[in-house]
């Protein structure tokens, strides 16, 4: 393997990572009010969010990609400026990222023992309060395995956003494979892939023990 061949699919590292970090954290955040819908008594919030989960998972995110790289164009051109390549990318990773950020979330919420509610409002505390001081730290720190995982994942699934022309590790590697007609760039980019997952693998470990070492002091 040259030396070409490493440095060029090195070209896309920094872009994968930013839409890992980038769609992940969207993910994140849009899937709190997600997981809210979800776990609502009132039922039809529960079926809006059910319904919504299920319509974005069941979706193949390269389908999403297209969706909202080509889509809004096909109602006015002008939206190729705001809805380009990059923007796209991340939007959908994103999208498909909350509803699984909703559904780790949520199961976390489930792990958490009711009775803490009860608790805390016989000591006069607030819902809110509650939620903020004593039941979201407490989700927080159940969700970081199955959220690390899902980053993890995320990662790999960023490969298939070179479709829609993003330049990242697999966009190049496919580039200099067709200019080589040889399958070696894309050796390269596994090795990159896995150079990448192995320490985000570790500092998840990491965070989870230091985690759990709080919650026991």
Known sequence: MSGEVWSGVANGILTTVQLTVFGFALGAVLGVPVML???STWRPARWTGRAFIELVRGVPLIVWLFLIYNGPTQFDP??????TSWRSGVAALGLVSAVYMAEIYRGSLRAINAGQWEASQALGMSRFDTASRIIAPQVTRVAVPASTT???SLIKDSSLVSAIGVFETTYYATTISSTLS??????????????LTIPAA???????SN???????
Do not use: C, N
């Not at 002008?78 to 809805?83: A, E, N, P, R």
């Open 37 to 39: 819908l979800r776990v």
């Open 211 to 217: 985690l759990r070492r709080k919650v026991m002091r």
């Open 78 to 83: 002008s939206l190729g400026t705001v809805f």
């Open 150 to 152: 899902y980053a993890l």
């Open 202 to 208: 570790w500092a998840a470990r990491r965070l989870d």
């Open 182 to 195: 040889s399958a070696t760039p894309f050796v390269v980019a596994g090795v990159y892939y896995i150079a």
